[in-house]
């Protein structure tokens, strides 16, 4: 599945970050699908997953602050993310595994569990 990350920018700190990740060519039925980030000198890591039964599982760093939806019917994974701070300034990358034969109540956090990702989406956050 390809996928295109869109609605990345500059935001201020302490608001509210929607992105949205388009995919063509699959639908997400059969695919488990996470949002990743990383920051100018870090390593990417896990925002946040969203399995093929709906369940979504967040990383401890946005805990309580992003919500992963799928709208089925136009092929787009949301990420939104709110209270915003510098330290969630990064690139934005939204990813899919294939997960036929998985448990639907299943996701991961680890980048090498998805295959598919998208080219990513700068967010800058401005203090």
């Known amino acids: 599945v390809q996928l295109v990350e869109s609605g990345g920018g500059s935001v201020p700190a302490g608001g509210l970050l929607h992105l949205s990740c388009a995919a063509s060519?699959?639908?997400?039925?059969?695919?488990?699908v996470a949002w990743f980030r990383q920051a100018p000198g870090k390593d990417r890591e896990a925002v946040g997953c969203?399995?093929?039964?709906?369940?979504?599982l967040d990383a401890s760093s946005v805990k309580g602050r992003s919500t992963i939806s799928i709208d089925s019917a136009k092929r787009t994974v949301y990420l939104e993310m709110s209270r915003l701070q510098p330290d969630d300034t990064a690139v934005y990358y939204c990813?899919?595994?294939?997960?036929?034969?998985?448990?639907?109540?299943?996701?991961?956090?680890?980048?090498?569990?998805?295959?598919?990702w998208g080219q990513g989406t700068q967010v800058t956050v401005s203090s």
């Open positions: 990813a899919a595994a294939w997960h036929r034969g998985v448990p639907s109540t299943f996701c991961g956090l680890g980048y090498n569990q998805y295959d598919d």
């Open positions: 060519g699959d639908t997400f039925d059969q695919y488990a």
């Open positions: 969203f399995s093929t039964g709906g369940k979504t």
